[in-house]
T-cell receptor
């Protein structure tokens, strides 16, 4: 079965602090996608990143960075120098990576609510 | 950049009424999905749809729910007789064939009173 765990339910940091959001996943698939989404108070899902299971390179995009470690089934997300606008719920997610079948539903973690205090 | 659109953005309905949530997937996409997020909870898969039929559905997707692609552009989710617990944000998603990820729409917030 596929499962995504985000152990941190809520995190509060003071502006300009760095913060890491943890994500651990379970899957029997050998190939899969991992994602992070941001959900601001307005409710939409904002896509942040997609990672293929065969690409373990870490990625940096501005103040955001992601650490993918297949050995520990983790895909952690770090925000450097946090800002008030980063306050949102962040979801880690997993889906299959298959050619034709539609058995590729996205499995979301429970989310981590991040509050950045000015 | 092409995007998935959903209408309405917010719908209020009375318990027992039928509602239809509408989605326009990205035009060349082949696979379509609905997800649900009850307030404060995680996003959950409801159903996937390919080649004009349901491919997979979750245990949430009971007989009160149905999906349809009535024309070449729309993808709809119908709830026949809404219950209070159907109040949630409903997200539509679509993807192209091959190794591509799903693109999510902005969601429809359904409130059942």
């Amino acid at each position: 079965a596929q499962k995504v765990t985000q152990a941190q339910t809520e995190i509060s940091v003071v502006e300009k602090e760095d913060v890491t959001l943890d994500c651990v996943y379970e899957t029997r698939d050998t190939t899969y996608y991992l994602f992070w989404y941001k959900q601001p108070p307005s409710g939409e899902l904002v896509f942040l990143i997609r990672r293929n299971s065969f690409d373990e390179q870490n990625e940096i995009s501005g103040r955001y960075s992601w650490n993918f470690q297949k050995s520990t089934s983790s895909f952690n997300f770090t925000i450097t120098a946090s800002q008030v606008v980063d306050s949102a719920v962040y979801f880690c997610a997993l889906s299959g990576l298959r050619w034709e079948t539609s058995y590729d539903k996205v499995i979301f973690g429970p989310g981590t609510s991040l509050s950045v205090i000015p | 950049e092409p995007e998935v659109t959903q209408t309405p953005s917010h719908q209020v309905t009375q318990m027992g009424q039928e509602v239809i949530l509408r989605c326009v997937p990205i035009s060349n996409h082949l696979y379509f999905y609905w997800y649900r997020q009850i307030l404060g909870q995680k996003v959950e898969f409801l159903v996937s749809f390919y080649n004009n039929e349901i491919s997979e559905k979750s245990e949430i997707f009971d007989d009160q729910f149905s999906v349809e692609r009535p024309d070449g552009s729309n993808f709809t989710l119908k709830i026949r007789s809404t219950k209070l617990e159907d109040s949630a944000m409903y997200f539509c998603a679509s993807r192209a064939g091959g190794f591509y990820e799903q693109y999510f729409g902005p969601g429809t917030r359904l409130t059942v009173t």
